[in-house]
């Protein structure tokens, strides 16, 4: 089945400072990919994915993430962080064909004014 | 107009008790999904229906029990609460079946069971 990794719960970052969020997956055949956020006592909602296409995806809220299957990662990054991303940050996978959308754990991001 | 709306917000109830969560969604999706999220935030999918079939059932204690009357709803069911049930239940949608398609989630339903 696939699965995703996400390593380091808690990030911290200055305002101002480049947002990079680690996201490396498992999956035997082509992967859809996704990052959502969560902010605080909301639901999640989704800043971006990779289905195929453009290996490098731009989301909402100035994000983006490259797809890299030498890899296994779909890193998230933000060249300028705002107080406003502070959330929390899932990496998810699926695979055509399986209605399961697997997270993984989390990143709880911080931002230091 | 809230795209998936789910009810009450907030639960607290006692050990051994029953307790019901409403789920709407208004997007037409015909696709919807319960999933928990435990104390340390890890999202785990318990259900998903299609069009009022059930399609996913993880493995989740029988005392849980989804019900979709119509493709727009989706309620959960729970029987003899125990205290490891205290979590956040999502909610969400998605347009249908299959792997790429966006989910969109509801506020969350944070049930406490003392």
């Known amino acids: 089945a696939q699965s995703v990794t996400q390593l380091g719960s808690h990030v911290s970052v200055s305002e101002g400072a480049l947002v990079l969020l680690r996201c490396n997956y498992s999956?035997?055949?082509?992967?859809?990919l996704f990052w959502y956020v969560q902010y605080p006592n909301q639901g999640l909602q989704l800043l971006l994915k990779?289905?195929?296409?453009?290996?490098l995806v731009k989301g909402i809220n100035g994000f983006e993430a490259e797809f890299k299957k030498s890899e296994t990662s779909f890193h998230l990054t933000k060249p300028s962080a705002h107080m406003s991303d502070a959330a929390e940050y899932f990496c998810?996978?699926?695979?055509?064909?399986?209605?399961?959308?697997?997270f993984g754990k989390g990143n709880q991001v911080v931002v230091i004014p | 107009d809230t795209a998936v709306s789910q009810t009450p917000k907030y639960l607290v109830t006692q050990m051994g008790n029953d307790k019901s969560i409403k789920c709407e969604q208004n997007l037409g999706h015909d696709t919807m999904y319960w999933y928990k999220q435990d104390s340390k935030k890890f999202l785990k999918i318990m259900f998903s229906y299609n069009n009022k079939e059930l399609i996913i059932n993880e493995t989740v204690p029988n005392r849980f029990s989804p019900k979709s009357p119509d493709k727009a709803h989706l309620n959960l069911h729970i029987n003899s609460l125990e205290l490891g049930d205290s979590a956040v239940y999502f909610c969400?949608?998605?347009?249908?079946?299959?792997?790429?398609?966006?989910?969109?989630f509801g506020e969350g339903s944070r049930l406490t069971v003392l």
């Open positions: 990779y289905t195929s296409a453009a290996t």
């Open positions: 998810a996978v699926s695979v055509q064909g399986n209605n399961r959308l697997a």
């Open positions: 969400a949608s998605s347009l249908q079946l299959g792997g790429a398609g966006e989910l969109f």
């Open positions: 999956s035997s055949v082509p992967p859809y």
